[in-house]
């Protein structure tokens, strides 16, 4: 198991930029893929961006694609999320993740460790 803890969220004007930082401890982060999901109230936990243990490969959930990235500094046991252009759709509890197994996970179920989530608040 991984400890995570996100940082970062708060509250942003539409048109505007946060980034999201997800500091891991425990075992060697270098191992893990990594992955952010959100979760609005009333919805399902969705799907946000991942990236593999070497941060050569990222993948992003349609909805993000073009506006967030994700990168990785494993000297810094750090995993980030840049959030461009957002919108208040984009307003969420946003929680970052850590897989061991898999390349390059992107559901729910492929995540053993899940940080406590930030809130990230869009206003129009």
């Known amino acids: 198991q991984v400890q995570l803890v996100e940082s970062g969220g708060g509250l942003v004007q539409a048109g505007g930029s946060l980034r999201l930082s997800c500091v891991a401890s425990?075992?060697?982060?270098?191992?893990?893929?990594m992955g952010w999901f959100r979760q609005a109230p009333g919805k399902e936990r969705e799907f946000v961006a991942a990236?593999?243990?070497?941060?050569?490969?990222?993948y992003y959930g349609d909805s993000v694609k073009g506006r967030f990235t994700i990168s990785r500094g494993n000297a810094k046991n750090t995993v980030y999320l840049q959030m461009n252009s957002l919108k208040p759709e984009d307003t969420a509890v946003y929680y970052c993740?850590?897989?061991?197994?898999?390349?390059?996970?992107?559901?729910?179920?492929?995540?053993?460790?899940w940080g406590q989530g930030t809130q990230v608040t869009v206003s129009s």
């Open positions: 993740a850590a897989d061991f197994k898999r390349y390059l996970p992107t559901l729910v179920s492929d995540f053993d460790s």
């Open positions: 425990g075992r060697t982060f270098s191992r893990y893929a």
């Open positions: 990236i593999n243990w070497t941060g050569d490969n990222t």
